[in-house]
């Protein structure tokens, strides 16, 4: 079956901890993103990456960092600049980085605080 | 920033009822998509419309795009407790570099 994979489902993050969300697709996509989701929000872009080595910040960038080292995975880091992360963290993956493409969501990574 | 609002912000109708949400947006639009998602789960792609179609019909989905006025609508027919979800409408905007920026979303509960 092809689709993303989150993991973990749960993170908890200590005062001054950097944490990891791992994010994998088998779906052979060029695109992954990364958004935020806060209670009741819609969804807003943290990072993306339009192919594999390459990555531009979204609207919300500080406090977090990625990288795209081989095609089917996009780590997104939270570090301990980020003073407030806990949220719903989504990945996400498209055929293309073009607007005109459907993404494929993984089902997320809940981060809270310690 | 957020380029869709829909509304209603929530939605509780009765099984077998028609179920219509709206977006609104601010600036041209490239396309639109809708997406469904169910509680602590991720979102899943609905329906794409190109900013010179105007209907796009999906099995029970219809969606309208309307660039006059910068809308579109999301009608599900004869809904299903199965159903129950927020929906959130996505754009991409000539000004956005193709990046889809989502909108607030609309939470509907269907009664069974």
């Known amino acids: 079956d092809g689709g993303i994979t989150q993991s973990p489902k749960y993170l908890f993050r200590k005062e001054g901890q950097n944490v990891t969300l791992s994010c994998e697709q088998n779906?052979?996509?060029?695109?992954m993103y990364w958004y935020r989701q806060d209670p009741g929000q819609g969804l807003r872009l943290i990072y993306y990456?339009?192919?594999?080595?390459?990555?531009q910040k979204g609207d919300i960038a500080e406090g977090y960092s990625v990288s795209r080292e081989k095609k089917e995975s996009f780590p997104l880091t939270v570090t301990s600049a980020q003073k407030n992360p806990t949220a719903f963290y989504l990945c996400?993956?498209?055929?293309?980085?073009?607007?005109?493409?459907?993404?494929?969501f993984g089902d997320g990574t809940r981060l809270s605080i310690l | 920033s957020q380029q869709g609002e829909e509304d209603p912000q929530a939605l509780s109708i009765q099984e077998g009822e028609n179920a219509t949400m709206n977006c609104s947006y601010k600036?041209?639009?490239?396309?639109l998509q809708w997406y469904r998602q169910n509680s602590g789960r991720g979102l899943v792609h609905l329906i794409l419309?190109?900013?010179?179609?105007r209907e796009k019909h999906s099995g029970r989905l219809r969606v309208t795009l309307d660039t006059s006025k910068k809308s579109s609508s999301l009608l599900i027919t004869a809904s299903r407790a199965a159903d129950t979800a927020s929906y959130f409408c996505a754009t991409d905007a000539r000004s956005s570099g193709d990046k889809l920026t989502f909108g607030t979303g609309t939470r509907l509960a269907v009664r069974p």
């Open positions: 990456s339009q192919i594999v080595n390459d990555f």
């Open positions: 779906l052979n996509h060029d695109a």
């Open positions: 600036t041209s639009i490239n396309n």
């Open positions: 996400a993956s498209s055929i293309s980085g073009s607007g005109n493409q459907p993404q494929h």
């Open positions: 419309i190109r900013s010179n179609e």
